[in-house]
């Protein structure tokens, strides 16, 4: 039996979806622990009345259109030994200790730029957007198990030819401070 599951960011994020999951699943199986059981009613709505929901999200949206090429999936594993080395090369004066999160991602930005170049043959702009957990940053008194659209992002962008890791965490640092500046409290 295979059971398929779809939720709209309407309802809710990405936390909210695992959430439900888990606790379908701790239910299904009989799990009389707590921990594993969320329940909805109480904590379903908290973060949309702290936070009320964008109108973004009831507009009419874009229509994105997929190519009928054949397309190719990869999955990419990051050991820790690897993100360790990619944090050695990464660290500068300016960022002296970059989060495993800022080397991964900026590995990834500056591979998808470098290819983007070599497909093109010039240098473009390039913008990394990072989704940002709300929940640890919104400084409400809201607990882990809040459900709902609680996500944010930030954005930084480079425009220079030569891209490097230690630049590229600079950047993604840099994005991520300008969005706490812009809201201390995680909620515009």
């Given at each position: 039996m295979a059971i398929g599951v779809n939720i709209s960011h309407k309802v809710g994020?990405?936390?909210?979806?695992?959430?439900?999951?888990?606790?379908?699943?701790?239910v299904s199986l009989g799990s009389g622990a707590s921990d594993h059981i969320v329940v909805p009613a109480v904590e379903f709505g908290v973060v949309a009345s702290i936070c009320p929901p964008l109108d973004f999200f009831n507009s009419r949206q874009p229509v994105v259109e997929f190519g009928k090429e054949k397309s190719v999936t990869e999955r990419f594993v990051f050991g820790a030994s690897k993100i360790d080395a990619l944090k050695s090369i990464a660290a500068s004066s300016t960022v002296p200790n970059p989060t495993r999160v800022e080397v991964v991602s900026a590995?990834?930005?500056?591979?998808?730029t470098e290819a983007s170049r070599s497909n093109?043959?010039?240098?473009?702009?390039?913008?990394?957007?990072?989704?940002?957990?709300?929940?640890?940053?919104s400084g409400q008194p809201l607990t882990e198990d809040s459900l709902g659209n609680f996500v944010w992002f930030f954005a930084s962008m480079t425009m220079e030819s030569e891209v490097d890791l230690q630049s590229l965490v600079s950047k993604f640092r840099k994005g991520i401070e300008e969005f706490k500046e812009k809201y201390p409290n995680g909620v515009g």
């Open positions: 994020d990405a936390f909210t979806f695992s959430k439900f999951i888990n606790s379908w699943a701790a590995l990834i930005w500056k591979c998808a093109s043959g010039s240098v473009r702009p390039s913008v990394w957007c990072q989704v940002v957990n709300m929940r640890k940053r």
